[in-house]
């Protein structure tokens, strides 16, 4: 079965400084893969998904980016964070359905 | 475009008493359904999903859905509430199609279940 790993758990950043998180995924080869964002009392939101390596589809307009240098990597970016980039930012897999992982919990002050 | 409503933000229960939270979703076609459980700080774990078949399904941890299509509903039931049940459940659905393509979930905004000792 999948399993997917995100770094960092926790990060504190200020504004305007540059974002990388990570998301890696062991047991699954091409799966579809998903960055979501979720604010308190907003639910989830979609911000990209990826098919395959290299292909990117983004949700919302923003000043987030994605990657997939690897098939079972996935990497959301940003120049410059802003205040409301603040959230619990998920990976997830599809093989059969949607699997999350852990979670990335991002304050920008 | 497709949309899921959890109408109850925060429900709270007794202990040992029985649990229903609700799920409506508006699409045209046939849905893909799925309830996840979110404890606190963590990612989100999927309970159980429908794709076709029987409209009950069972899930892991002792939860059951039934999808009603009359209804567009597909609400979450337990029989007997744990303490360790108390968490955010979140209905999603996607398009129930073939081939390539992205399976993007649509989440409702989520119901947060307090369990009372």
């Known amino acids: 079965s999948q399993t997917i790993h995100q770094w960092p758990a926790t990060l504190v950043q200020p504004v305007g400084s540059p974002l990388s998180l990570e998301c890696t995924v062991e047991?699954?080869?091409?799966?579809?893969l998903y960055w979501y964002r979720q604010a308190a009392g907003r639910g989830l939101q979609l911000l990209f998904y990826?098919?395959?390596?290299?292909?990117i589809s983004s949700e919302v307009p923003q000043n987030l980016s994605a990657s997939r240098p690897q098939d079972r990597q996935f990497i959301l970016s940003s120049k410059k964070l802003l205040l409301s980039d603040s959230g619990f930012y998920l990976c997830?897999?599809?093989?059969?359905?949607?699997?999350f992982g852990p979670g990335t919990r991002l304050l920008v002050l | 475009a497709q949309s899921v409503t959890q109408p109850d933000i925060h429900i709270t229960v007794s202990e040992g008493a029985s649990l229903e939270l609700r799920c409506n979703y508006s699409?045209?076609?046939?849905?893909?359904l799925f309830w996840y459980v979110q404890s606190p700080g963590q990612g989100l774990q999927l309970l159980l999903k429908?794709?076709?078949?029987?409209?009950l399904v069972q899930g892991i941890k002792g939860f059951e859905a039934e999808f009603k299509r009359s209804q567009s509903s597909f609400n979450l039931r337990k029989p007997s509430v744990h303490w360790s049940d108390a968490a955010e459940y979140f209905c999603?659905?996607?398009?129930?199609?073939?081939?390539?393509?992205?399976?993007?979930?649509?989440f409702g905004k989520g119901t947060k279940l307090s369990v009372i000792p």
């Open positions: 997830a897999c599809k093989v059969e359905t949607q699997y």
């Open positions: 047991g699954t080869s091409n799966p579809n």
């Open positions: 990826s098919v395959g390596i290299g292909q």
């Open positions: 699409y045209g076609a046939t849905p893909y």
């Open positions: 429908y794709f076709s078949g029987d409209t």
């Open positions: 999603a659905v996607t398009i129930a199609y073939s081939g390539a393509g992205s399976y993007q979930l649509t």
